[in-house]
């Protein structure tokens, strides 16, 4: 299991004409990916998706906050101590094409990490090649037709599986998901996909599933969890079916608003929300959604949201939220005559 608390990351931009800017990627986020389960992060570009899963993945640092793998806490380790624990969560990164060296064939960018696992488990030579050819076989492609292979010789599809048999090679827990098909063809997505939630099933690995496509989200973890980002704050997370289905935040409301109608067979939800035009970053102190809310009060601009089940007198809301006044709303396309 990893879990991750009030995670935090900045980044400094230096030179330009106002000199020296702070720009915050990740506000004090908390998550929790168990072993075989499915969490999803959506979010618009920016909201700091693909920082938190390089920082799940060991690949980048935080300012803030702490990661803790099979119950321990990373900050407790040297860089060294740590590696043994991050090789448990591995990246699949959102483009296939250069996530693979272009000068090795398929069976030198495998025989590596295989390599290494096998030193770490005293097995033999012998062992690289075979397992070589069962992860293959296990993301769905032939290994006597991609292993003597350069990537530039397979299509997307095929490299991506390849990028996932690569993941697999060091028995990972959890694998973290960066866009995994958006740079697909789309005639492709769905067999990805289904990939990656029957390795849920079969091996039992985890999902951290990056993501800007809500639809996508849902179908990889439709038992799971789902996390809604803004400007790198959670602003509601709970139940991916429930979160689809009863959003109470403005936010999540407008991510959902936005799900393209089938003219014909879907109408519009009743209560379809579109944000506004942001006019600045909205006073300090106060919600990070108020430029762009189009229900915000004076209480908004001068306070915090934090998460939290309130949901109005006497009442809570199933999945957790960061907004004084929310408000289920009918926002997703329903089938005509339901």
Known sequence: MITGTGISKT????????????????????????RGGAVSFIGESGSGKTTLGRIIAGLETHDAGEIVIDGVPMSSLSHRRRQPYFRRVQLIHQDPYSALNPTRTIHQALEAPLALRARQTGRPRSWIDSRAQELLSMVGIDPGYVLPRYPHQLSGGM????????ALTMDP??????????MIDVSLRLGIL????DLRERLGVGVLFITHDIAT????????????????????RGATEKIIADPVHPYTQSLLSAIPVLHGLEQPGAERVVPKEPQGEGPPGGCLFVPRCPFSTE?????????????????ETEQEHACFHPRRRSVIPVGVGE
């Open 194 to 197: 289904a990939l990656l939630k």
């Open 299 to 315: 209480r908004c601009e001068q306070e915090t949201p934090v998460l939290g089940r309130d949901g109005g007198p006497g009442q």
């Open 11 to 34: 980044f400094r931009q230096r030179g330009g004409v106002l000199g020296a800017r702070e720009v915050p990627a990740l506000r004090d986020v908390d998550f929790a990916v168990e």
């Open 217 to 236: 989200a849902r179908y990889i973890g439709d038992d799971g969890e789902l996390y809604v980002l803004y400007r790198g704050q959670v602003v509601e």
């Open 159 to 166: 490299r991506q599986r390849v990028v996932i048999a690569r």
């Open 173 to 182: 827990e959890v694998l973290v998901a960066d866009e995994a098909v958006s």
